[in-house]
Every structure is written in C-alpha cells, then in structure tokens.
Nanobody, 115 residues
Framework: QVQLVESGGGLVQAGGSLRLSCAAS????????MGWYRQASGSHRELVAA???????NYADSVKGRFTISKDKAKNTMYLQMNSLKPEDTAVYYC?????????WGQGTQVTVSS
C-alpha cells in the first residue's frame, strides 16, 4: 500500500505561484507513474501532469509552460510548481500513484486563485 499526503495548497492572486508537495510512504523510484490531477467544482477530475520512474513528463495543454512536475527520490516526494496561476486553475489537486496492479490517491489539497 502507498500513502500519499499532499500539501502546499492555498489562496493566491492571479499571476502568483504555489508549489504543491506529495509525500509518499514508500520509495518513489519504484512507482512506475506518479501524477497530479485536479477537480474543479462541478467538473470531472482531469490530469494536470505526470512523471514516470525514468523521469519522462507530460502535461495538460492548459498548464504547459506554467507548471512543472518533479520528484525528489531522496525525500520520496513529488512536486508541482505552479506559476502564472489563473482563476481557472482553481480546484482540488490530487496526487496519484499507479502501477499495472494498483492505484492510490491522496486526500487532495485546495488551490484557489483569485482574480
């Protein structure tokens, strides 16, 4: 089992920055894919960014050039650096870890961007 704990959410003005963290209860080098998802009120959960065990990344078109996903294997932590935030980035952000056999989610952290 993998426990994921997000932190770093909050209220920020448009154009500002936040860094989300996802601390994992096991060595993240062994997790094939980790990612950040978000769910705005009344909307479906959507992929924001993902990173594989080899370091390959992919991003939703809406965040390309503004968000950066990374991980620190020594700290067993994944990050999402969010710059140039927009009101439409407001959502609950979830950390995700997935392999061929299992999938785990964090509890989510709220990000609110005011205009």
């Amino acid at each position: 089992q993998v426990q994921l704990v997000e932190s770093g959410g909050g209220l920020v003005q448009a154009g500002g920055s936040l860094r989300l963290s996802c601390a994992a209860s096991r060595r993240i080098f062994s997790i094939p894919t980790m990612g950040w998802y978000r769910q705005a009120s009344g909307s479906h959960r959507e992929l924001v960014a993902a990173i594989t065990s080899s370091g390959s990344t992919n991003y939703a078109d809406s965040v390309k050039g503004r968000f950066t996903i990374s991980k620190d294997k020594a700290k067993n932590t994944m990050y999402l650096q969010m710059n140039s935030l927009k009101p439409e980035d407001t959502a609950v952000y979830y950390c995700n870890a997935v392999s061929s056999w299992w999938e785990y989610w964090g509890q989510g952290t709220q990000v609110t961007v005011s205009s």
